[in-house]
Structures are given as C-alpha cells and as structure tokens.
C-alpha cells in the first residue's frame, strides 16, 4: 500500500526567500511521485513528476524536486519565493496502478 | 481548447435529494477520474474509469455512482444525499490509465449537504 506524509500543514515564507515543502512516502514497490500546486478556486495543476532517470526533477515555475530512495522522500523546492507561490501544494504517489494517493496539503503563505 | 469543464461550480442541498454532479473533456483522454477535497484529508479518490464503458471504486465510493457513456463525460450521482457528503469535487483525466500519466483537474465542484 502507498501512502504520502506531508510534514506541516502551513509554511510562511519571505519573498526572495527559500521554499521548502516535506514529502515523505511509504511504498512497496519504486513509487512514480508528483507535486501539484492549487491556487485559490481552482483545480490541481502538476508542478512535476518523478517517474525514472535523474532524481533531481525541475518543474514549472522555477520548483524542483529530488527523489531520495534512502530517506523515502521527494521534499520540494524553490530558491526565491515569490508572492505568485501563494498557493496549497500536494505531493502524491503512484505504484503499479494509476491511482494516486495524495498528502493532506500544504498551504504556502509569502509575506512582502 | 477548455480542459474540463465541471458543473455546477457550487450547489447547497438537502440531506436526502439526488445530486447529478457533470464533468465533461474535451482533450480525448482515456481515463477519468472523481475526487473529493477535504480540509486536512488532501484529495481521496471516489471512482474512476479507464476506459467509456468501464468504471472502477476508489477509496472512498460508498453513496457515490458513475457511468462513462462516452470518452467525454463523466457524471457522479449521490443517490440520498447526506452531510458528511459536503466537500470539493474535483474530475480528472488522464490520456492513458498509467502510473506515471499526468491528471488533468477540472475547477471543481463545491457541494454543501444540510
């Protein structure tokens, strides 16, 4: 069974400042892993997915990630936070199937 | 070119009353898919569809139907509803029914049951 822990449910950050969001998952076989960012009423969107090759993934707007098999995470990233990043962000995993399970969310907030 | 379209984008209804909630795409995809949004729980799927004709139950399908008449639509039916039905609803779709295809979401539904 897969399953994706989100570590804090809400992230603060400056403007300019770094973005960090925590992903840890449990899976029984190599997990296919994404980020999709939700802005306000709106829909997911992908932000960008780890299926096989180089674990460092760069996404849109200006995120990216890096799978680590030994620490079972996919923590995302962002050098400079900008007031645009406002938004909920959800990691997910895929196994053998096509059904994604997904992380309880969290929401990041930019103070100007 | 739309993406998916949802329908509608909010409804209040009484605890008992059937709710049809519509997603159509225009993008061609295969698979769909119907999930609902809960503060703190994240997205959990309700059911999905590889293919028009087929359906499957997903995480959480109790109260919940749907049919896949055609590639383009897919419809989700409470039959009675109740409160704890109250949540976003969100459609998606993904070209091919596979582990690493992207899914597509729809703006999403915002369902109150009183």
């Known amino acids: 069974a897969q399953s994706v822990t989100q570590l804090g449910s809400h992230v603060s950050v400056s403007e300019g400042a770094l973005v960090l969001l925590r992903c840890n998952y449990s899976s029984s076989v190599p997990p296919y892993l994404f980020w999709y960012v939700q802005y306000p009423n709106q829909g997911l969107q992908l932000l960008l997915k780890?299926?096989?090759?180089?674990?460092l993934v760069k996404g849109i707007n200006g995120f990216e990630a890096e799978f680590k098999k030994s620490e079972t995470s996919f923590h995302l990233t962002k050098p400079s936070a900008h007031m645009s990043d406002a938004a909920e962000y959800f990691c997910a995993v895929s196994e053998d199937d096509y059904k994604l399970s997904f992380g309880a969310g969290t929401t990041v907030t930019v103070r100007a | 070119i739309a993406g998916i379209t949802q329908a509608p984008t909010s409804q209040i209804l009484a605890a008992g009353r059937r709710m049809t909630l519509r997603c159509t795409q225009d993008?061609?995809?295969?698979?769909m898919y119907w999930y609902r949004q809960d503060l703190g729980l994240g997205l959990r799927l309700i059911h999905y569809?590889?293919?028009?004709?087929?359906?499957g139950k997903g995480e959480v399908p109790d109260g919940y139907s749907v049919s896949r008449a055609n590639t383009d639509d897919f419809p989700l039916t409470l039959a009675s509803a109740v409160p704890s039905q109250t949540s976003v609803y969100f459609c998606?779709?993904?070209?091919?029914?596979?582990?690493?295809?992207?899914?597509?979401f729809g703006p999403g539904t915002r369902l109150t049951v009183l």
């Open positions: 998606a779709s993904s070209d091919l029914p596979g582990p690493t295809d992207t899914q597509y």
């Open positions: 780890y299926t096989t090759g180089a674990t």
């Open positions: 569809s590889n293919t028009a004709g087929t359906t």
């Open positions: 993008m061609r995809h295969n698979a």
